[in-house]
Each structure stands twice: as structure tokens, then as C-alpha cells.
């Protein structure tokens, strides 16, 4: 089992930054890849970054050169800095490990989820 607890999260005024925090426990961190999930109000959720357990990225088209996603494995922690905020990128964020599925931009790929962290860009 993989227990995920994020933070970071906030207000802040579009065109602001902040950087997102997801702390694991339970599991060999290393030999976990990790991802970034958001959902809007009324919205499905969708997929942001992911970053595999070799420390490859991948990134949705609506966040490339905006949001970086990394990790350290000696902490256990992923972050997600994201630069350049609109109010569109409002939602809670979630992270999300998986122990086979590397890179995934799909919410069925990963087996464990935190609670999520609510961020609001204000015009």
C-alpha cells in the first residue's frame, strides 16, 4: 500500500506561481512512477505531468513550459512547479503512483491516490 499526502496548494494571482508537494510512504519511492492529475468544478479529471521512476517526464499539451514535474527520491516526494498561472488552471490537484504503469496520462494506470490540494488562480 501507497499513502499519498500532498500540499503546497493555495491561492495566488494569475500570472503567479506555486509549487505542489506530494510526500509517499509504504513503498520503495524509487520504484514508483509518479503523476499529477487535476479536476475542475463539473470537469472530468485530467492527467498534467508524470515522472517515471528512471526520471522521465511527460507532460499534457495545456501545461508543456509551464509546469515542471520532479522528483527526489531521497525525501520520497514529487513536486509539480507551476509557472505562469491562469484561472483556468483552478482545480484540485492530485498525485498519483503506480508500480508498472510509467508515464501514464490515464487515471485507470495508477493504483493509489492522495487526497488532493485545492488551487485557485484569481484574474
Known amino acids: 500500500q501507497v499513502q499519498l499526502v500532498e500540499s503546497g496548494g493555495g491561492l495566488v494571482l494569475s500570472g503567479g506561481s506555486l509549487t505542489l508537494s506530494c510526500a509517499a510512504s509504504?513503498?520503495?519511492?524509487?520504484?514508483?512512477?509518479m503523476a499529477w492529475f487535476r479536476q475542475a468544478p463539473g470537469k472530468e479529471r485530467e492527467f498534467v505531468a508524470a515522472?517515471?521512476?528512471?526520471?522521465?517526464?511527460n507532460y499534457a499539451g495545456s501545461v508543456r513550459g509551464q509546469f515542471t514535474i520532479s522528483r527526489d527520491n531521497a525525501k520520497n516526494t514529487v513536486y509539480l512547479q507551476m509557472n505562469s498561472l491562469k484561472p483556468e488552471d483552478t482545480a484540485v490537484y492530485y498525485c498519483?503512483?503506480?508500480?508498472?504503469?510509467?508515464?501514464?496520462?490515464?487515471?485507470?494506470?495508477?493504483?493509489?491516490w492522495g487526497q488532493g490540494t485545492q488551487v485557485t488562480v484569481s484574474s
Open positions: 509504504g513503498r520503495t519511492f524509487s520504484s514508483l512512477a
Open positions: 515522472i517515471s521512476w528512471s526520471f522521465y517526464t
Open positions: 498519483a503512483a503506480d508500480q508498472r504503469h510509467a508515464l501514464g496520462s490515464l487515471t485507470y494506470q495508477y493504483a493509489y
